[in-house]
């Protein structure tokens, strides 16, 4: 049991579980690595073995190196488990022998404990001689920092001079967003001219099982200084309206019987709801993304993004113990680029069923695609809007 690397069950734990698996089956897959070897899930796989059972959910984590095996199964295991106060601390103790590097705050968001706490157990480590001091390590953002952070100083005018200085620092400062803002608003409308330019057409399919992450157009309080980070700056946006009438646009591409899973933020909950039964779905379920970093919002820092589900007609739900758990978390790459876990969870899910993307930005073999993004290079280009993944194309 090379990944099992905290205490075993205790028996009351262990008969719960028993019970469970025989009423229900197992409810979240046991994860593995390419050699076959149990990530998480060994206590599962025990018991259905004993039970007489041959088949289970798997899940098959690829490319992980030792440490990332390790350090996962106690992500996976630590928050779940009913451990002492001793229990906890060498789990952390072992976590920081494996990545001495990854900042205090970074490992104690991984296992869901205070940052006091790791940073307790590495001074014992450091002092103990059993891992040596880092002047830089790795924060929750994966930006390499310095361990210790020196004490800034600014210039502080004399009391009278404090109006003058206010005066100056509000020119500055409105210079740059007007500037900014100009800057901006050029992007934003060659972004836009290129996604008209290359503007995909109608679909000429029906699919049971749709994945949307619509380009939304957010709202913000000031048009100056609320678009530094919006999507206009990536690509062209659509209103709501437009995104819920969509489906009359490009030719009705769902199946009387159809699953739809809908990408909407926290902001835009309300509006993919309303998209989602435009299009023709009952709102089902959801699932989250946690994306590790917080971002912006107006009544809480945004950290994740939901996946919404619904259906139509008579859609079957995924057989029990094949479902995943409703919270995935990764750290966020590039702007509005989704894990590819969950394009991964709907493939397993409905394997054999055609698959469309729509508003695609980076083709997967097996899906449909559509999307004036779908697969093109820089600038504007002339192709169909609809293509299969993985297929070359003429030219």
Request: with cysteine.
């Amino acid at each position: 049991m090379k990944y099992q690397l905290l205490p075993r069950l205790s028996s009351e734990e262990f008969a719960s579980l028993e019970r469970s698996i025989i009423a229900h089956g197992v409810l979240v897959p046991v994860e593995y690595d390419e050699a076959g070897d149990i990530i998480d899930g060994h206590h599962r796989v025990e018991i259905c073995e004993s039970l007489g059972l041959v088949d289970w959910p798997r899940f098959v984590r690829k490319g992980l190196s030792e440490t990332d095996k390790r350090t996962l199964s106690r992500e996976l295991n630590f928050a779940r488990r009913h451990l002492t106060t001793a229990q906890k601390q060498a789990v952390i103790a072992d976590q920081l022998r494996d990545t001495p590097s990854i900042s205090s705050r970074a490992i104690a968001a991984m296992l869901g404990v205070h940052h006091s706490t790791v940073q307790s157990v590495r001074k014992t480590l450091v002092d103990g001689g059993e891992i040596s001091h880092h002047d830089e390590v790795e924060g929750r953002d994966g930006v390499v920092q310095p361990a210790r952070k020196s004490i800034k100083t600014a210039f502080v005018p004399d009391r009278e001079n404090v109006g003058e200085y206010m005066k100056g620092a509000k020119m500055i400062r409105a210079e740059k967003q007007k500037v900014a803002h100009t800057v901006r608003l050029a992007h934003m409308e060659m972004t836009a001219s290129r996604g008209q330019a290359a503007a995909p057409g109608k679909v000429g399919g029906k699919y049971p099982v749709i994945y949307a992450d619509p380009p939304w157009r957010f709202g913000v309080r000031s048009e100056v200084t609320g678009r530094e980070k919006s999507a206009e700056n990536h690509y062209p946006t659509m209103d709501s309206a437009d995104i819920a009438g969509l489906f009359r646009e490009i030719g009705e591409p769902a199946t009387d019987d159809a699953v739809l899973f809908l990408w909407a933020t926290n902001p835009m909950l309300h509006d993919g709801l309303r998209v989602m039964a435009a299009w023709g779905f009952d709102y089902v379920h959801h699932w989250i993304w946690d994306k590790e970093v917080a971002g912006t919002g107006y009544w809480g820092r945004d950290r994740h993004e939901l996946l919404l589900i619904g259906r139509r007609g008579n859609v079957a739900s995924p057989l029990p113990g094949s479902q995943p758990e409703t919270v995935y978390r990764e750290r966020k790459g590039k702007h509005s680029a989704k894990p590819d876990f969950f394009a991964e969870t709907i493939e397993r899910l409905f394997p054999s069923m055609p698959r469309l993307e729509l508003f695609c930005r980076q083709p997967r073999p097996g899906w449909d695609v559509w999307g004036f993004e779908a697969g093109l290079p820089e600038g504007p280009v002339d192709l169909p809007a609809v293509e299969k993944a993985g297929e070359p194309r003429d030219g």
